[in-house]
């Protein structure tokens, strides 16, 4: 049986016992992206809450339905289509290639299905068809609107209050200022469909409620998205879902705070301000840049600097250290007796790996079953990285510690099986970051590793004034070179500028 968790639910505001429609089974539908542009690190933040907690829940014995959307005909679309000089149909098609691109070298997995609103008009006419045949929609000029007086209901999600509310959508033909466009009216030059109030194309937010009937069923587990779609968009959802199926819409609603600058603003491709997700993964592992969307409550705010991503990858690079001090310990048996046994011997260092280690699956499982809170898990992680990078300093570690260490390795495995962290060789993981980092230095590898086979040969040669020079030209460019018992090994400093 799948464990039981708890999540806050946007609807009532407090968190909530989860229970699902069918035993055993999460249907999930997330809100996915207006295809005009590149995805940015904004957009990013959902992709990766979302991926981790579908991940998370199949870990834990759900049978998962995980369903995010494609908006791909839009009004920024088309003006985008037309400021390119192409057709809408290319530009979207384009940007979603790019989009899967980008996620995949996230390392994030696909949905299990992912509707896209062209491929839905008829499903999307349809329900508008009944929303008019029940009196909740009415046609005008062309257009269908949503008649938000009709709704007892309207602004449950959002607590909202019916006479504040103004939709965006131009007024000709509404009839309260805060009716939105369910079928918008054809323009000269702009794509069409056929349909009973003439030529035109789905309003924003109809598109989703076609879509999640037809993929979900009228009633759904989750909903989510990020916060700022909790209105208009999720709410006007809710009122024509609830208004043409007659059936409560989604038990839970799941939202993920958003980015925001220095300035306290979101990011947003409106405001200038955009960092796009590609230009990052050219500069830091995909790990690294998940661990920085994880580090924070899902639901709270995420600040964005340009210390973000080299904070994520240092702490990330603590994490890898501590499972590498790990497994260079020699193998012998490990059970329990023993364990507990060698660390009474080698003191309260060891003792701090072991009890450290033995309480963090429930803590982590604790921690994530209480509104997915990775933020908590991952806190207790570093807490036992610190515990085990402490006892590896020790002499006596490497040749008698393997029993002390074995839970702290299960730990990291089970880190990477339930939330995508650890999930790498550790020198493949090393290895990437150089690449990336010295890459986004404008530097060369092969001629980085030729000077520190350079230094090596002036030491032996005691030449260290020359072997110092190289060391310092060197560290100017944000390499480090380490001197131990094993060789000189180097690494690029983490605090090292970079574009981006």
Same mark, same amino acid.
């Given at each position: ?89 290319k530009l979207a098609q384009d940007e979603i290639d790019a989009f899967h691109r980008d ?123 990020g916060l700022d779609l909790v209105f208009p968009h999720h709410e006007n959802e809710v ?121 963090? $699956? ?5 921690? @994530? %079953? #209480?509104?997915?809170?990775? /933020?908590? +898990?991952? !806190?207790?992680?570093?807490? *036992? ?65 030729? $000077? ?5 040969? @002036? %030491? #032996?040669?005691?030449?260290? /004034?020359? +072997?110092? !020079?190289?060391?310092?030209? *060197? ?26």
């Amino acid at each position: 049986m799948p464990t039981p968790f708890r999540l806050y639910n946007t609807l009532s505001r407090k968190v909530e016992d989860f229970t699902p429609i069918r035993t055993g089974e999460v249907g999930i539908y997330v809100c996915g992206m207006t295809v005009y542009d590149r995805t940015h690190v904004g957009h990013a933040r959902a992709m990766v809450v979302f991926d981790t907690f579908a991940r998370w829940l199949r870990h834990e014995g759900w049978a998962v339905r995980f369903v995010r959307n494609f908006t791909d005909i839009d009004d920024k679309i088309i003006a985008r289509a037309g400021t390119l000089g192409i057709d809408p149909s290319k530009l979207a098609q384009d940007e979603i290639d790019a989009f899967h691109r980008d996620m995949e070298a996230l390392g994030l997995r696909h949905p299990d299905d992912e509707p896209r609103v062209t491929e839905s008009v008829d499903r999307i006419k349809d329900l508008i068809a009944t929303l008019v045949e029940r009196g909740n929609a009415y046609a005008a000029e062309g257009n269908v609107w949503f008649a938000v007086d009709s709704n007892s209901r309207y602004g449950v999600l959002s607590g909202r209050k019916v006479e504040d509310m103004r939709s965006a959508d131009p007024q000709a033909g509404k009839r309260h200022p805060a009716d939105f466009a369910l079928w918008k009216a054809a323009k000269p030059g702009e794509p069409a469909w056929d349909s009973p109030w003439g030529p035109g194309r789905p309003g924003w937010h109809i598109e989703c409620s076609a879509m999640v009937k037809h993929a979900l069923g009228d009633t759904i587990d989750i909903h989510g998205g990020g916060l700022d779609l909790v209105f208009p968009h999720h709410e006007n959802e809710v009122a024509q879902s609830e208004c043409g199926n007659g059936k409560p819409y989604a038990r839970y609603w799941m939202h993920n705070g958003l980015l925001t600058m220095a300035s306290g603003q979101k990011m947003g491709k409106s405001l200038g301000n955009v960092i796009n997700i590609e230009d990052v993964l050219k500069q830091f592992p995909a790990e690294a840049v998940r661990l920085y969307y994880l580090q924070n409550h899902y639901r709270s705010p995420l600040p964005w600097s340009p210390e973000a991503l080299p904070e994520a990858l240092a702490m990330l690079s603590r994490l890898y250290e501590a499972r590498d001090v790990a497994e260079s310990m020699e193998d012998s048996p490990a059970d329990q007796q023993d364990a507990a046994r060698v660390a009474r011997d080698l003191g309260e260092d060891a003792q701090a790996v072991l009890d450290e280690a033995s309480a963090f $699956q429930a803590r982590m499982d604790e921690a @994530l %079953r #209480e509104d997915f809170n990775t /933020s908590q +898990a991952l !806190a207790h992680l570093f807490s *036992l990285a610190r515990a085990v990078n402490r006892f590896g300093g020790h002499k006596k570690a490497k040749k008698r510690g393997a029993p002390v260490v074995a839970p702290a390795l299960a730990a990291f495995r089970s880190v990477a099986q339930a939330i995508g962290l650890l999930g790498m060789d550790t020198q493949a993981f090393l290895d990437e970051v150089k690449d990336k980092r010295v890459a986004a230095l404008g530097l060369d590898r092969a001629e980085i590793e030729e $000077q520190v086979a350079r230094r090596v040969q @002036l %030491r #032996e040669a005691k030449q260290w /004034s020359e +072997a110092d !020079a190289i060391r310092q030209a *060197l560290d100017a460019k944000g390499i480090v070179v380490m001197d131990g018992p094993e060789g000189s090994r180097w690494r690029v400093r983490l605090d090292a500028p970079a574009g981006g």
